[in-house]
């Protein structure tokens, strides 16, 4: 199904079910020994979710390819790490943007004070907390679930539950970016820089014009139907030309670093990855700009 002006989604469908399938790989990725990342309630959210696919890669149940599950793990370690770094210089105020069934408000070690915005639809933010309250499983910081769409004015939603722009924020766009349209994707940016103090600090995927181009997405998408999943993510992802990311916010005057795919595999003793699939995505990695 074809993205639409509007169009909504679940956590089993859509732009949502990227979101089960990014939390089964984070179960699968915090299984054996001395695992880079730990999320210990990933599988329980994919497990009520309720996907057949899902629930078989979170138990390790697939024979996913040993880089992919590689790749999830760095991902998460570095937005786990940027997130940590910022509470240890300080940073009391956090905002997940998109957050689906990411669990850091539950699983880092916050520092006394600390408050989590997560950002989403209402069902998913609904389904998550109900979820999680259910199991007894209870936030290590003070958590703000806001229910709203990424579309509609979500700064004055975010606001209106307490945020401070004058207070250093840390931000995630964590898996957002190639699902916003160019301009949409501008916007957000925009509306960050105007919301975030000096000493605030974002982390979002930088994205090699490679990775833009679809044919990853056709061949990402042909992967997981192997395993299953019957997501199209060339139907989800809006490719072709885009100013990247940290071009945009070097121009609104934060200090811009990337961290290349293979350095980041590097920093926690992986090979740099070879897979085709993940070549295909060129000199991309993560990056993070500081608002000084």
Do not use: C
């Amino acid at each position: 199904m074809s993205r639409t002006e509007g169009d909504t989604w679940d956590l089993a469908s859509s732009v949502g079910a990227t979101a089960t399938s990014v939390a089964a790989s984070r179960a699968l990725a915090s299984r054996g020994p001395d695992p880079l990342i730990d999320d210990p309630y990933a599988d329980l959210l994919v497990e009520a979710v309720g996907v057949p696919h899902f629930v078989a890669v979170a138990r390790g149940e697939t024979d996913i390819p040993e880089e992919m599950r590689e790749h999830i793990a760095v991902r998460t370690r570095f937005f786990d790490d940027v997130l940590t770094d910022a509470a240890d210089a300080g940073v009391r105020q956090v905002v997940i943007l998109a957050s689906g069934l990411d669990t850091r408000a539950y699983r880092l070690p916050w520092p006394a004070g600390t408050r989590v915005f997560e950002l989403d639809q209402p069902s998913v933010i609904e389904f998550k907390t109900r979820v999680l309250a259910d199991a007894g499983v209870t936030p290590s910081a003070t958590r703000v679930a806001v229910g709203v769409d990424l579309r509609d004015d979500w700064p004055k939603a975010l606001q209106d539950n307490g945020f401070d722009a004058k207070a250093p924020t840390a931000w995630i766009a964590e898996g957002l970016l190639i699902y916003l349209p160019p301009e949409a994707q501008d916007r957000l940016l925009d509306h960050i820089s105007a919301l975030s103090a000096p000493g605030s600090v974002l982390a979002t995927e930088h994205m090699d014009p490679k990775a833009l181009t679809g044919e990853w997405a056709k061949q990402l998408s042909a992967l997981s139907r192997r395993h299953g999943s019957d997501i199209d993510l060339s139907a989800l992802f809006y490719t072709g030309p885009r100013t990247a990311a940290g071009d945009h916010l070097s121009e609104l005057g934060w200090r811009v670093q990337v961290l290349p795919n293979a350095q980041a595999y590097a920093a926690h003793g992986f090979d740099p990855p070879t897979d085709s699939l993940i070549a295909m995505v060129g000199d991309s990695g993560y990056l993070s700009a500081h608002r000084e």
